[in-house]
């Protein structure tokens, strides 16, 4: 049985002993990134002080699923969150195109629901509320749900659960498509997760799922997105092993760019089998379902974490000035496992309001906002942000100095690159 952390339990993280998905004991630690704050966790002052918690990846020889050793409190991380989905020009047109895919491919009529689970600030159901359609946002930031309500998107503040599922289906009704985008990941207990979910779909209903693709994790060796708030790394096989223990048929996976390589997987309750997904072999020939993958991925990681340090360290020891660019929540594991502070960074900057003025977690550099880069036109600036390399070059294009991207393998962009 599994210790489910509740809110007011007092605890801080549990130890995970059975996969979240299939329940196996079999569980093999393959990448160690030690101790680091949680990713979110901005700081007021450079001289508060941040709880850290440990950062293992496991290995589930049951359903090849990879998930970090310690599940921290979700109340210590996703009630006030600083992300907002619409920090950047990516993600807006990423989820207009998503909006016009739900009216014109995923909806039957457009009287039905669509619920939108982890709604962030309402930018994805904006748009779709745009088309004539009606829309509910779920999302336990109260901040994010302000903002999503005051535009007018109807957003609870509230986890979503199989509880929750209960009373809006009873209120609402059943949904004709339900959306869970970059939440999965973040969720402890999947199969309540699904329980709800699926009781609260019609039964011709759609759930379309994106998480961050680990083929992408593993070939890009992106370990800056470890991080506490990601409980699970994905690949279809266990995503499928979870649909269908919940009576859903898959129907399609789609891989996306966003965030650094996504996937996104849509399942039927009405769909009599699996439609066939040519990624199940492909995972295989990758070896995505072998715990040698991230054995061997657990040394590339470390091998990367040197040549940055090497790179930043030679380009300071010629008193170059060095910022960073964007305080995104992976940045805080990246600049926490290669212990990148103050003395190498002068700052970073980062467009999103609830960061500008505070301190990274960790490492304590300040953050401000993006005019100052502009006007102190540094040396180099590490791309923290890196999944956003072309949207920022194409925006930054006077900066005189030069981006330093760190994922996948460290490189120095020359103003040839850039243009
Ligand atoms: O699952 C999650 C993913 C999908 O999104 C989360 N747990 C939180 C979040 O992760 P992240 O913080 O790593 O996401 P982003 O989208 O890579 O964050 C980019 C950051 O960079 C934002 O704080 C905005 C900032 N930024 C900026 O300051 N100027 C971004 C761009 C493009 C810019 O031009
Ligand atoms: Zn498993």
Same mark, same amino acid.
């Given at each position: 049985m599994r210790t489910k952390i509740r809110s007011g339990s007092g605890l801080d993280f549990r130890r995970v002993s059975r996969c979240r998905v299939c329940g196996t004991?079999?569980?093999?630690?393959?990448?160690?990134?030690?101790?680091t704050p949680l990713a979110n966790?901005?700081?007021?002052?450079?001289?508060?002080?941040?709880?850290?918690?440990?950062?293992?990846? $496991?290995?589930?020889?049951?359903?090849?699923?990879?998930?970090?050793?310690?599940?921290?409190?979700?109340?210590?991380?996703?009630?006030?969150?600083?992300? %907002?989905?619409?920090?950047?020009?990516?993600m807006p047109q990423h989820f207009r195109e998503?909006?016009?895919?739900?009216?014109?491919?995923?909806?039957?009529?457009?009287?039905?629901? @669509? @619920?939108?689970?982890?709604?962030?600030?309402?930018?994805?159901?904006?748009?779709?509320?745009? #088309?004539? $359609?009606q829309v509910l946002g779920i999302d336990p930031a109260a901040n994010l749900a302000r903002i999503a309500n005051e535009r007018g998107v109807e957003t609870l503040p509230q986890f979503f659960d199989s509880d929750m599922a209960d009373q809006i289906r009873e209120r #609402?009704?059943?949904?004709?498509?339900?959306?869970?985008?970059?939440? !999965?990941?973040?969720?402890?207990? $999947?199969h309540d997760f699904m329980q709800g979910a699926t009781s609260l779909l019609e039964n011709d209903g759609i759930l379309s799922v994106e998480v961050p693709y680990v083929g992408d994790l593993n070939q890009n060796v992106e370990y800056d997105t470890i991080y506490h708030e990601h409980l699970s790394y994905f690949s279809v096989h266990p995503i499928s092993r979870l649909f269908s223990n919940f009576g859903l048929r898959l129907e399609s996976v789609t891989r996306l760019?966003?965030? &650094?390589?996504?996937? #996104?997987?849509? &399942? #039927?309750?009405?769909?009599?089998?699996?439609? %066939?997904?040519?990624?199940?072999?492909?995972?295989? %020939?990758? &070896?995505?379902?072998?715990?040698?993958?991230?054995?061997?991925?657990?040394?590339?990681?470390?091998?990367?974490?040197?040549?940055?340090?090497?790179? !930043?360290?030679n380009l300071k020891s010629k008193g170059s000035m060095i910022v960073g660019y964007g305080a995104p929540a992976k940045g805080n594991t990246l600049l926490n496992v290669c212990e990148i502070g103050p003395e190498t960074l002068d700052y970073v900057i980062d467009t999103t309001p609830e960061k500008i003025g505070k301190f990274t977690p960790g490492m304590h550099i300040p953050i401000y906002e993006t005019e100052r880069f502009r006007k102190d036109q540094p040396r180099y600036c590490l791309m923290l942000a890196w999944n956003y390399e072309k949207e920022i070059v194409l925006k930054e294009r006077d900066y005189t100095g030069q981006f330093i991207v760190p994922i996948p393998s460290p490189k120095v962009l020359s103003q040839n690159n850039r243009s």
């Open positions: 004991k079999d569980l093999a630690k393959v990448i160690d990134l030690k101790s966790s901005f700081l007021n002052t450079p001289s508060e002080k941040e709880s850290w918690f440990p950062l293992e990846v $496991l290995y589930c020889n049951g359903c090849a699923l990879l998930q970090l050793s310690h599940v921290v409190n979700p109340n210590l991380m996703f009630k006030e969150y600083p992300y %907002r989905s619409s920090s950047s020009a990516s998503l909006a016009q895919l739900i009216s014109s491919e995923f909806m039957a009529s457009s009287k039905q629901l @669509v @619920v939108e689970i982890g709604s962030n600030d309402g930018t994805l159901l904006a748009a779709l509320k745009e #088309r004539g $359609l #609402r009704g059943k949904a004709g498509v339900i959306i869970a985008n970059n939440v !999965l990941a973040h969720v402890d207990d $999947l760019d966003v965030h &650094g390589g996504s996937i #996104r997987v849509t &399942g #039927r309750k009405s769909r009599k089998k699996d439609s %066939r997904i040519p990624f199940m072999e492909f995972e295989k %020939r990758c &070896g995505l379902n072998k715990v040698e993958t991230y054995e061997s991925l657990s040394g590339r990681i470390e091998y990367q974490k040197e040549y940055l340090k090497h790179t !930043l360290g």
